[in-house]
């Protein structure tokens, strides 16, 4: 069986881990980006440093020869353009060989870095293929040694075991990754300057009038800044480890948390399923407090509360019919038991035991009938097996009962107003309305005065066939009415010569019940008049 505490932990359990695992990945990959981001904008940092210190210069040498060709070669009125135009291409030719780049910035103002190391290391490419500066000269150029070197390249993928090489001139700011096999990640930025110039004002402009537009006089430089990124992921390394465990002790304090929560949430179930626990047959009477309970848990006390007090009704209904088939069986058992003492005290009386005999076999049948009566009612109440409504005529149902019940009637001197017609039919269970009917007559002659005549008739009112039973009741009055369907009333001076404690109207009126047959009381002119109200044939 599943428990709902188990449930809730485990949809809770498994809706924290995937939130905290969606909110480490989110903030892990918030920081990896900025680490790399600040730690790429120290490299570009780096790098335009670096690119500012570049400047032009003249090779000693060929200076002399370069100013007085560079003065030749501006325009002047008073020259011979052809001259000037031969200044011009033998400047430029010298260009070529005696102008150069030149890193004016000191390298011991950067950060030293070796081969192994994670700072940064820079190298100035001049082209074609000419490196101006490496900053990893100090420690040992790489060509002295030999092998492969981490050599920055320009949009060139890289990996393990592979230099990346020169290839096409990159963009600027053209971020590049270069592996080698016994060096950790590095990562590289590359910054292209298109056009270096002379330091010096004068030259400068001199030189920007004699070049004009032309590409080649120009000349390109590019910078590569790498940095190793072995102390990123080691700072990546340690925030995964922090978020794991901080998400860890999170995860084991909401965990704590959640138990509690729950524990606490489901403790109205807990206390309800322990007054449900508490509840046996001798407390059919109590009751769920839905107060106490919360909105979510009211509706289910309310129909546990509901199935209760079914329940005892249904219990009670059992107990009263148990009841009633006792008191039922009480009188007919005592008269046999008369009728067979005086029958065994006069054994040689051959009327008397004839008499007996006729005796204890009505008695006999009026019990077989009231179980009959009762076995069909509770197994209807209980949906075992419904009753049979089938058309009978009960004109002869009531004669038959009065003849049955003629030795008691005799005995109190009372007579049968019989104003039934030849017939009435009705939809009935044979068995239940000869039950009642017997019933009603025999707690007629039972409380009528000795002497009185009790009356029956019928009628038809409200769609239905009526049957009145009436005798005169002296001793009560119009209150005492409505108590008659109650098990054991009496009315203390009408009812205290009978022995029957009031129980032969609560029988009717349950056998009523079930067999769909209004049985009203009523008392019209002190006369106690029972009406039965039997469904008529279609």
């Known amino acids: 069986m599943r428990s709902i505490r188990g449930r809730l932990l485990g949809w809770l359990g498994v809706g924290l881990l995937v939130l905290f695992a969606v909110a480490g990945v989110l903030i892990y990959g918030a920081v990896k980006d900025r680490v790399e981001t600040d730690f790429e904008n120290e490299l570009k940092a780096l790098a335009r440093t670096i690119a500012a210190g570049l400047?032009?210069?003249?090779?000693p040498e060929h200076r002399a020869e370069a100013q007085r060709l560079g003065s030749l070669a501006i325009p002047d009125p008073n020259r011979d353009e052809s001259d000037r135009l031969e200044a011009r291409r033998k400047l430029r030719k010298l260009a070529a060989k005696a102008f150069r780049v030149r890193f004016a910035l000191d390298r011991?103002?950067?950060p030293a870095a070796t081969y192994y190391d994670d700072s940064p290391y820079f190298l100035v490419h001049v082209l074609p293929h000419r490196t101006l500066v490496d900053s990893l000269w100090p420690a040992g150029f790489p060509e002295e040694v030999g092998g492969p070197y981490p050599m920055p390249g320009p949009l060139v993928p890289g990996g393990p075991d592979e230099v990346v090489g020169f290839g096409k001139e990159p963009d600027l700011d053209d971020v590049v990754d270069a592996y080698?096999?016994?060096k950790p990640p590095v990562h590289g930025?590359?910054?292209?300057?298109?056009?270096?110039r002379f330091r010096d004002p004068g030259w400068d402009a001199m030189w920007l009038r004699i070049r004009g537009d032309d590409p080649s006089l120009r000349k390109t430089a590019h910078v590569y800044v790498v940095g190793g990124l072995g102390g990123v992921n080691r700072l990546l390394a340690q925030v995964r480890a922090g978020l794991f465990f901080s998400g860890i002790a999170l995860a084991l304090l909401i965990a704590l948390t959640a138990w509690?929560?729950?524990?606490?949430?489901?403790?109205p179930v807990t206390d309800l399923s322990e007054q449900v626990a508490a509840l046996d047959a001798r407390s059919l009477g109590q009751r769920i407090d839905e107060s106490s309970l919360p909105v979510e848990l009211a509706p289910i006390a309310h129909q546990l509360n509901a199935a209760l007090e079914r329940i005892e009704h249904s219990v009670d209904r059992e107990r009263r019919t148990a009841a009633h088939i006792a008191h039922e069986l009480r009188t007919p058992i005592a008269e046999l038991q008369s009728i067979t003492e005086i029958a065994?005290?006069?054994p040689d009386e051959a009327e008397l035991q004839s008499r007996a005999v006729k005796d204890s076999h009505d008695v006999a049948l009026h019990m077989g009938r009231v179980v009959a009566a009762?076995?069909?009612?509770?197994?209807?109440g209980s949906g075992e097996a419904p009753l049979a409504l089938d058309t009978l005529d009960v004109v002869p149902l009531v004669r038959n009962a009065w003849e049955g019940l003629g030795g008691a009637a005799g005995e109190r001197s009372q007579a049968l107003d019989d104003g039934?017609?030849?017939?009435?039919?009705?939809k009935s269970d044979r068995d239940v309305a000869e039950a009642v009917v017997a019933s009603l007559l025999k707690n007629a002659i039972q409380h009528a005065p000795p002497g009185s005549t009790v009356r029956v008739g019928a009628a038809e009112a409200n769609g239905r066939a009526a049957l009145t039973i009436a005798n005169p009741a002296p001793d009560l009055d119009a209150d005492d009415v409505a108590h008659m369907a109650e098990a054991f009333w009496r009315k203390d001076e009408a009812r205290t010569h009978s022995d029957e404690g009031g129980l032969g109207l609560t029988l009717a009126f349950e056998l009523c019940r079930s067999a769909d047959i209004e049985l009203v009381p009523a008392l019209e002119d002190g006369y106690l008049v029972l009406t039965l109200g039997f469904p008529v044939p279609a």
């Not at 400047?55 to 090779?59: T, V």
């Not at 930025?189 to 270096?196: E, F, G, H, L, S």
């Not at 039934?420 to 009705?426: F, G, H, N, R």
């Open 189 to 196: 930025v590359a910054r292209r300057v298109a056009d270096v």
């Open 344 to 346: 065994r005290k006069w």
């Open 108 to 110: 011991a103002a950067f």
């Open 420 to 426: 039934l017609p030849d017939a009435l039919p009705v």
């Open 374 to 380: 009762l076995l069909k009612v509770a197994r209807a």
């Open 260 to 267: 509690w929560v729950v524990r606490k949430g489901l403790g």
């Open 55 to 59: 400047e032009l210069e003249i090779d």
């Open 180 to 182: 080698v096999s016994d």
